[in-house]
Structures are given as structure tokens and as C-alpha cells.
């Protein structure tokens, strides 16, 4: 049974910085992509960034470019999340997912499994 546990999340003051992890077990398939997405109150969820198992990263074409930086451990079956000049429109549930093969899609629907999130609070 495929479970992604993600840790890291919390309250923080507009311009800090926080690192997400998402450790992964339990995969069946040895190629695999791992990505991010985030919920706020009110709005759909939204992706913000992915790792492929060969590292290509794709990221958010909005907001997130440029402060946030998603990294992975093959090893461990784990993935980051380093989120840098944080803003309080940031402040979300994050949610992490993998998917079977190399492609870094935008759509969750392209995603396999999911983590249950870790709530991320930027205040003002």
C-alpha cells in the first residue's frame, strides 16, 4: 500500500522560509515523479511544482517562481519542498503526489496517490 507522509508545515511570518518533506513507501514502480500541490480556503487545488526520478523539475508558471525549489532523495523515496520570501497568499494545505514514469504533469488528475497535506500558515 503506496502512503505519502508529509511533514514540515506550520505558521510563519510573511518573508520567512519553510522546508516541506514528503516521504514516500510502499511504491510498486522504481521510476516515478513526485510533485506539489497546494489548497487554499475557497479555491481549487493548484500545482505548484515537480521533480521527475532523473531530477527535471517543473514548477508553477505564477507565483511560486524563483522562491520555492523542489529537491528529492531518491534514495529515501522522499521529496522537498524549500519555500523561501514567503507571502501570506501562500498560505495553503500542501499536498504532495507521485505518479508512475518521468513525466512532470500540472494536472493531480495525472497523479496516482496522494498525501493527506500539511497545513502551511503565512501571517502578515
Known amino acids: 500500500q503506496v502512503q505519502l507522509v508529509e511533514s514540515g508545515g506550520g505558521v510563519v511570518q510573511a518573508g520567512g522560509s519553510l522546508k516541506l518533506s514528503c516521504a514516500a513507501s510502499g511504491l510498486t514502480f522504481s521510476i516515478y515523479t513526485m510533485a506539489w500541490f497546494r489548497q487554499a480556503p475557497g479555491k481549487e487545488r493548484e500545482f505548484v511544482a515537480a521533480?521527475?526520478?532523473?531530477?527535471?523539475?517543473?514548477y508553477s508558471k505564477d507565483s511560486v517562481s524563483g522562491r520555492f525549489t523542489i529537491s528529492k532523495d531518491n534514495a529515501k523515496n522522499t521529496v522537498y519542498l524549500q519555500m523561501n520570501s514567503l507571502k501570506t497568499e501562500d498560505t495553503a494545505v500542501y499536498y504532495c503526489a507521485v505518479r508512475r514514469g518521468q513525466r512532470t504533469p500540472m494536472g493531480g488528475s495525472e497523479y496516482d496517490y496522494w498525501g493527506q497535506g500539511t497545513q502551511v500558515t503565512v501571517s502578515s
Open positions: 521533480v521527475s526520478w532523473s531530477g527535471r523539475t517543473t
